[in-house]
């Protein structure tokens, strides 16, 4: 028998009420709802799920439904979006459908006019985008055989078909340049430029002059213009590596580019319009130098549309035979011995140490291994592997990731709430929609009430 597929309706409104009134309409009306309370909420389920048709107020804090149906045409255009507006807001709804939206309804409004409308929009042929003829991540570098790494995988190709900023979070040697590149790679932009800044080994004085260039005299050794790094990268993606380490200035400044789309060279009065994708990373707590005052909250907001966490190598052993392997016929071709193999104690050696350095550490015991190796077989006592440190996230099981310490929060403030989630989403000043999504999305328990 075929299984028919039911529609997914993203609904956005920041009242319970209505919320809970659209979702025992769609529910009745053999729809599947998927509720958020802000926009900023929803483009994070848009990131993680599949979504057929959204409906969406627009007013509401934050970005707001205006802010919603922007981001939507430019990253998701093949998702339909039906405005809801109050009826003395009734010429916004109208800029909203000239903007780009498919429909909209005045409050109050008749539960099954929405339902039909969204069913006519849903029944309206779709356009075929065209294929760009770009392969799927590389899972011979990366593995892919643990549940972990496979959800990035998935992600990270679903996110990688638009264009939005993605904010990539990992320990250290977990790879974020080369998930940078694929992000670029499998988009939109593939043939446009990709542009690395290394943020954190970059001097400030000299990364302003870097990422925006300058004119001729504009500080001592200008000796002619210079076109900046996000110029460079215009029409393709720019990957700012390490961002968390940039000064209060030029957060600042970035900040300005995310908004208007425009830099002004060091020492130039003319502004310049770019377009690329913006790509950050980092293995710093942005959430805490958020909170000392040390990171912008607004930045931090542009950079993080959609953030993706790859999983340190601890998490995902079942990748470490397959990497192992990869980067032995790869690094043994390089260095003259091709046809080099791991014995099986080898390999046990590999698949039980922690890997506090990640893929990087295991890497690097690959290269030196082949040095020391003999007729072409690296047995265990060739892979020199130093024991992880005591304060290692390897053995505290302490983690850097964002999605990890959000998870950990979540799970501390029901436990001091007794399992009350309206007491915890208080507590830790999210909305009581918000709990339950990311109860849900982190598999904390159940999310019975």
Same mark, same amino acid.
């Given at each position: 028998m075929t299984k028919i597929a039911i529609p997914t309706i993203l609904v956005v409104d920041d009242d319970e009420n209505i919320l809970q009134v659209l979702e025992a309409r769609l529910l009745s009306s053999g729809l599947a709802p998927l509720l958020a309370d802000r926009a900023e909420t929803a483009l994070e389920m848009l990131a993680d799920q599949p979504v057929d048709c959204i409906v969406s107020d627009i007013k509401m804090p934050g970005?707001?439904?205006?802010?919603?149906?922007?981001? &939507?045409?430019?990253?998701?255009?093949?998702?339909?979006?039906? !405005? @809801?507006?109050?009826?003395?807001?009734?010429?916004?709804?109208?800029?909203?459908i000239q903007a780009g939206a498919a429909d909209y309804l005045a409050k109050p409004f008749d539960g099954k006019e929405l339902v039909r409308r969204i069913r006519t929009i849903l029944e309206k042929p779709k356009e075929v985008a065209p294929t760009t003829g770009m392969a799927k991540p590389s899972t011979e570098l990366w593995g892919g055989k643990a549940p972990? !790494?496979?959800?990035? @995988?998935?992600?990270?190709?679903?996110? %990688?078909?638009?264009?939005?900023s993605v904010l990539l979070l990992g320990e250290s040697g977990t790879g974020?340049?080369?998930?940078?590149? =694929?992000?670029?790679?499998?988009?939109?932009?593939?043939k446009g /430029?990709? &542009?690395v800044v290394d943020c954190g080994s970059t001097q400030p004085t000299l990364l302003e002059s870097e990422l925006f260039?300058? *004119?001729?005299?504009?500080?001592?050794?200008? &000796?002619?213009?210079?076109?900046? +790094?996000?110029?460079?990268?215009?029409?393709?993606?720019?990957?700012?590596?390490? =961002?968390?380490? =940039?000064?209060?200035?030029m957060q600042t400044r970035l900040l300005r580019f995310l908004q208007e789309g425009t830099i002004r060279r060091v020492g130039d009065t003319k502004e310049r319009t770019v377009a690329c994708r913006v790509v %950050?990373?980092?293995? %710093?707590?942005?959430?805490?130098? &958020?909170?000392?005052g040390e990171f912008r909250e607004d930045l931090y907001y542009r950079l993080k549309v959609v953030t993706l966490t790859i999983p340190p190598l601890r998490q995902r052993s079942e990748d470490i035979p397959i990497l192992a392997e990869r980067f032995v016929e790869t690094l043994s071709k390089?260095?003259?011995?091709?046809?080099?193999?791991?014995?099986?104690?080898? !390999?046990?050696?590999?698949?039980?140490?922690?890997?506090?350095?990640?893929?990087?550490?295991?890497?690097?015991?690959?290269?030196?291994?082949?040095?020391? #190796?003999?007729?072409?077989?690296?047995?265990?006592?060739? +892979?020199?592997?130093? /024991? /992880?440190?005591?304060?290692?996230?390897? @053995?505290?099981?302490?983690?850097?990731?964002?999605?990890?310490?959000?998870?950990?929060?979540?799970?501390? %403030?029901?436990?001091? #709430?007794?399992? *009350?989630?309206?007491?915890?989403?208080?507590?830790?000043?999210?909305?009581?929609?918000?709990?339950?999504?990311?109860?849900?999305?982190?598999?904390?328990?159940?999310?019975?009430?």
């Open positions: 970005m707001g439904g205006h802010g919603l149906l922007k981001e &939507v045409l430019e990253n998701w255009p093949h998702i339909p979006i039906i !405005m @809801l507006t109050a009826h003395g807001t009734i010429p916004d709804a109208v800029g909203s972990a !790494m496979a959800r990035f @995988l998935e992600l990270l190709e679903r996110v %990688a078909r638009a264009t939005v974020k340049e080369k998930a940078a590149r =694929i992000l670029h790679d499998l988009s939109p932009r593939a /430029p990709f &542009v260039g300058h *004119v001729k005299g504009s500080f001592t050794h200008a &000796v002619k213009d210079k076109k900046g +790094l996000i110029e460079e990268a215009n029409g393709g993606t720019l990957f700012l590596d390490e =961002i968390g380490n =940039i000064s209060p200035e %950050a990373a980092t293995n %710093a707590d942005i959430p805490e130098k &958020v909170k000392t390089e260095q003259g011995n091709p046809g080099t193999k791991l014995t099986t104690a080898a !390999m046990d050696k590999l698949t039980s140490h922690p890997w506090p350095g990640n893929v990087r550490e295991l890497k690097h015991a690959i290269e030196g291994a082949l040095v020391f #190796c003999q007729n072409n077989t690296i047995e265990a006592q060739d +892979l020199q592997i130093d /024991p /992880p440190a005591a304060d290692s996230p390897a @053995l505290t099981g302490d983690s850097l990731s964002l999605e990890d310490n959000e998870k950990h929060a979540i799970i501390r %403030a029901l436990e001091h #709430c007794n399992g *009350v989630k309206k007491e915890a989403a208080d507590t830790l000043g999210i909305s009581r929609r918000a709990i339950h999504y990311k109860i849900k999305k982190y598999g904390i328990g159940d999310d019975e009430e």
